[in-house]
T-cell receptor, first 113, second 109 residues
Framework: EADIYQTPRYLVIGTGKKITLECSQT?????MYWYQQDPGMELHLIHY???????EKGDLSSESTVSRIRTEHFPLTLESARPSHTSQYLC????????????FGEGSRLTVL | GQNIDQPTEMTATEGAIVQINCTYQ??????LFWYQQHAGEAPTFLSY??LDGLEEKGRFSSFLSRSKGYSYLLLKELQMKDSASYLC??????????WGAGTKLIIKP
């Protein structure tokens, strides 16, 4: 049973607002990821982390930032939200000592008006 | 560049068998994954192949041929709940996952 949690599940905000999407996992996984996915489209990697104090940018250019101060916590922040940020954001984690299987959170669906 | 190809959409009948193909071109290979994703939900892990051959897990089986850069997911005794998108993903030489766009499977009664 995967133990990875995202909040909020749904968020509607106005343009220019700052938001933070939370992601926590209790599996002790070192590697964590943030993906962006529009309905019916493929997953795009926006950030990942190998462990505490490690953050890397993914393939998709993003105006978001992440931090990894604790193993279990990997928040994503948008300093100034725009309508183009409207999407589903999926957090995931994996144990690099295993096969690399990703465990996903339930997602945060963001709408920017 | 790196590329994963899978059909956009497939339709099958309840109780039947369906095969979803995936071909890949990546820089290195450290395993191939299949995930299931229901509409509006997160992907869930189905299978992992790193060696050539067939891996069977209940109604689902996954096959890999590394020399051909090819995999398929076989779903037997289809049920309505199998209606979902099926995502193929390959782990490259840098242990990064390269994702396909997914195959939307529609099951008809």
């Amino acid at each position: 049973e995967a133990d990875i949690y995202q909040t909020p599940r749904y968020l509607v905000i106005g343009t220019g607002k700052k938001i933070t999407l939370e992601c926590s996992q209790t599996m002790g996984h070192d590697k964590m990821y943030w993906y962006q996915q529009d309905p019916g489209m493929e997953l795009h990697l926006i950030h990942y982390s190998y462990g505490v104090n490690s953050t890397e940018k993914g393939d998709l250019s993003s105006e978001s930032t992440v931090s990894r101060i604790r193993t279990e916590h990997f928040p994503l922040t948008l300093e100034s939200a725009r309508p183009s940020h409207t999407s589903q954001y999926l957090c995931a984690s994996s144990d690099p000592r295993d096969t690399g299987e990703l465990f996903f959170g339930e997602g945060s669906r963001l709408t920017v008006l | 560049g790196q590329n994963i190809d899978q059909p956009t959409e497939m339709t099958a009948t309840e109780g039947a068998i369906v095969q979803i193909n995936c071909t890949y071109q990546t820089s290195g290979f450290n395993g191939l994954f299949w995930y299931q994703q229901h509409a509006g939900e997160a992907p869930t892990f189905l299978s992992y192949n790193v060696l050539d051959g067939l891996e069977e897990k209940g109604r689902f089986s996954s096959f890999l041929s590394r020399s051909k850069g090819y995999s398929y997911l076989l779903l037997k005794e289809l049920q309505m709940k199998d209606s979902a998108s099926y995502l193929c993903a390959v782990m490259d030489s840098n242990y990064q996952l390269i994702w396909g766009a997914g195959t939307k499977l529609i099951i008809k009664p």
